[in-house]
């Protein structure tokens, strides 16, 4: 069966979203071999839910890093110096000043393994926002600097995506196990490109690190929730669920935190980024078990030295 033949308008959206949005990723044979995983009658479900994948390009993740800088970093330090000058000295220029001295004493660094996805995002927030590159540091820098200087005052964690919470639960369970001197900092920040409602609210219940978040994703970005903007019909919603569950089954083996078939902990997302798309998105989107993915999923992106490199050059 023809991509076109199956419905002209899924189609037409798809390739605008393709040149568009989705950088040109995809061409019709890749639709069509993706397409070919799936049974005849289930090729149409394959297609809506492909011209509701949400896609964050490039051009995207460089404008969210300069909001997150912006909007929450530079705007958390700028409202606690104005807070703590008098009426007179409440100056932009001293304000800037102090800002600029502020900087010096904060270090930004990815959360997790170096090789994880968050890591990469480092690199587009310190072009996009002109950050020097030795405020830059893996997790043993810092604590080394804390050590021998205690010149930091604000540690910078930073991500691509809050899924679960999970991930920054653990790195909040470790600093405290090994009694990080990091926590000793006046100010630690977690910022996230984008992140779920529940993951950002499992966050803020179990640690306390000062969430935020550019892009939100709440209840309706759940292909199969009540409220989701996916699929409106509750009839075809619970068939495509079953379909989608089906085939997860076999394409996201069972792991330490158990079945995923929906994505990570039944995320049920559709979203994927320049850089990788997370496993919290569909596995029929990205799976390479046994299946043809339309978006590849990258499970190890890149590493500190690359990062340096990169910077470096």
Known sequence: MKFGEINKNLEEKITDLNSQIWENKLGVPTIDEWLNNFKEEEKIMGLHLLANFLYYNEMDIKSLCKTLCSTFY??????????????????????????KEKLKRTRFLGIGNPSESGWHILYYFRQENSLPLNLFNQLFEVEQR?????????????????????????????????????????????LSLF??????????????????????????????????????????????????????????????YGA?????????????????IPNNTLPIIWSDNNWIPIFMRKDKIYNFKEFRKDQNE
């Open 74 to 99: 530079r705007y958390a330090i700028f409202e606690k110096i104005t807070a703590s000058l008098k009426k007179d000295e409440n100056d932009w220029e001293i304000i800037e000043n102090i800002f």
């Open 146 to 190: 804390f050590e021998e200087n205690g010149d930091i005052d604000i540690v910078v964690l930073i991500d691509d995506f809050i899924g679960t919470g999970s991930q920054a639960k653990k790195f909040w369970n470790y600093l405290n196990k090994k009694e990080s001197n990091i926590l000793k900092c006046k100010n630690i920040y977690y």
């Open 195 to 256: 992140g779920t409602a529940s993951g950002i609210k499992e966050i803020e219940n179990n640690t306390s690190l000062q969430v935020h978040v550019a892009e939100v994703f709440d209840e309706s970005y759940k292909c199969f929730s009540t409220t989701s903007y996916v699929i409106n019909d509750d009839a075809k919603k619970k068939a495509w669920e079953i379909i989608c569950q089906s085939y997860g089954e076999k394409l996201y083996p069972v792991d330490d």
């Open 260 to 276: 995923h078939p929906l994505g990570f902990n039944d995320s049920q997302l559709l979203v994927g980024f320049h850089h990788n």
